[in-house]
């Protein structure tokens, strides 16, 4: 894909992933981010003639906003544990064995 045809295509679905990660959030700079991520890893694929490349952005501004928001909740719990005093767990891992104790 050259850099033209990316801009087009930008152009064009731009609009339809902000408001997909807006829907999510409900807040503009984290759905600014989370279209800026996938524009990055739209840019960096390696994309075939026959791919459909609206939906696959669809469905990667979906996962996008959701992985997003798994890392937000995921530092909030973290940032509970310390204020009260707790020490924190070193890796993910430990943080979901302790949240299904």
């Known amino acids: 894909m050259t ?3 990316f801009e087009n295509i930008v152009l064009q ?4 992933m902000m408001r ?5 959030f409900r807040n503009e700079e984290e759905a600014e ?4 991520e996938v524009l990055l890893k739209m840019w960096k694929r390696k994309w075939l003639p026959g791919d459909d490349i609206k939906a696959m952005t669809v469905v990667a501004t979906k996962n ?5 928001a798994r890392k937000h909740r995921l530092r909030q719990h973290l940032s509970l ?3 009260q005093g ?3 767990p070193d890796t993910t891992d430990n943080v979901l064995i302790i949240n299904e104790q």
């Open 3 to 5: 850099t033209t045809e």
């Open 13 to 16: 679905l731009r609009p339809l």
């Open 20 to 24: 997909i990660a807006y829907d999510f």
């Open 33 to 36: 981010d989370a279209v800026q």
């Open 64 to 68: 996008q906003c959701v992985s997003m």
């Open 81 to 83: 544990e310390d204020a």
């Open 86 to 88: 707790h020490a924190s």
